[in-house]
């Protein structure tokens, strides 16, 4: 990679050097496809130090921690992602995982997540394979069809499903974002944004929850809402994977963040310098 040139990084500071948040996620992206795992180690720490609530850098985070099967760890940045994403894949594959690894300890846990993931996607064969294996029924409950629908884009058959499963489990904060996902993409502005609203206050880290109220709210719910968003997801980047939304993320500046020019091996890991024995 290339390292940022210098119209890209922004006004400098003596001794500090600034650098767009896309470059720098672009980095740790390169290093974890060439294996260069403590290169994206120190870039990620730098990153996730000044941009706590970054989720995209939650998701490299599993990456790296799954690799030093740091467990505890890894559970923590799933349970993070699965708050702001309560439909976040690679969240609920790892939580799956990590109760297989604990035996009959995480059986239960185990259980739960390829449910959830098979629930999600009954069509695909891992998830068809693991929850199987767990002795799980494969016909197609209330749940897994109303992701079939959602999946298939039958967005006013979807609703009614989540509407009853959300009747039935108010507590199932994911079947609520499966509804307010359908019903956006149906058009039922004013049931969203009252729900989107509901949402937030009971969890003021759902990412769903805070583009609808950006697109749809009032002065007040935008302002807001751009706040979070850009705490959460300032370039977009997970809002564009997120199953069903279907909308382009509200446009934001792509924050700056501050490479320390005594950072030697943070410097290093950006390619804004050459090691010593390059």
Same mark, same amino acid.
Not at 56 to 69: G, I, M
Not at 147 to 161: C, D, G, M, Q, Y
């Given at each position: 990679m290339d390292a940022a040139s210098p119209d890209s990084r922004g006004p400098e500071r003596p001794g500090v050097e600034m650098v767009p948040l896309a470059y720098w996620m672009n980095c740790v992206?390169?290093?974890? /496809? =060439?294996?260069?795992?403590?290169?994206?180690? %120190?870039?990620?720490? +730098?990153?996730?130090?000044?941009?706590?609530?970054?989720?995209? /850098?939650?998701?490299? #985070?599993?990456?790296? =921690?799954?690799?030093?099967?740091?467990?505890?760890?890894?559970?923590?940045?799933?349970?993070?992602?699965?708050?702001?994403?309560?439909? *976040? %894949?690679? #969240?609920?594959?790892t939580m799956a995982c990590l109760g297989d690894l604990k035996g009959d300890a995480g059986q239960g846990q185990a259980m739960q997540y390829w449910q959830r993931l098979w629930q999600m996607y009954p069509f695909v064969t891992e998830y068809r394979?693991?929850?199987?294996?767990? $002795?799980?029924?494969? &016909?197609?409950?209330?749940?897994?069809?109303?992701? =079939? *629908?959602?999946?298939?884009? $039958?967005?006013?058959?979807? #609703?009614?499903?989540?509407?009853?499963?959300?009747?039935?489990y108010p507590e199932r904060e994911d079947w609520y974002v499966a509804w307010l996902i359908c019903a956006w993409r149906n058009y039922r502005r004013s049931e969203v944004l009252t729900a989107g609203r509901t949402l937030v206050q009971h969890n003021r880290f759902l990412l769903a929850g805070w583009y609808i109220l950006?697109? %749809?709210?009032?002065?007040?719910?935008?302002?807001? /809402?751009?706040?979070?968003?850009?705490?959460?997801?300032?370039?977009?980047?997970? #809002?564009?994977? &997120? %199953?069903?939304? +279907?909308?382009?993320?509200?446009?934001? =500046?792509?924050?700056?963040?501050e490479v320390p020019s005594t950072h030697r091996m943070l410097r290093r890991s950006l390619f804004l310098e050459e090691s010593p024995s390059a």
């Open positions: 992206d390169d290093h974890l /496809a =060439t294996g260069n795992l403590e290169a994206a180690r %120190v870039a990620l720490r +730098g990153l996730m130090a000044q941009r706590p609530w970054h989720l995209a /850098a939650y998701e490299r #985070a599993l990456v790296l =921690t799954w690799d030093r099967q740091n467990l505890d760890e890894c559970q923590s940045f799933a349970l993070r992602l699965l708050q702001a994403d309560p439909l *976040h %894949v690679s #969240a609920y594959r394979s693991q929850w199987q294996a767990m $002795h799980g029924d494969l &016909m197609l409950d209330l749940p897994a069809l109303g992701f =079939t *629908h959602l999946h298939s884009r $039958h967005w006013p058959e979807a #609703a009614r499903v989540f509407t009853e499963l959300t009747d039935r950006a697109l %749809v709210g009032d002065e007040t719910d935008q302002a807001i /809402a751009s706040t979070y968003i850009s705490l959460l997801d300032p370039d977009g980047s997970l #809002a564009q994977t &997120m %199953v069903g939304l +279907g909308f382009v993320p509200v446009e934001s =500046t792509v924050p700056q963040l």
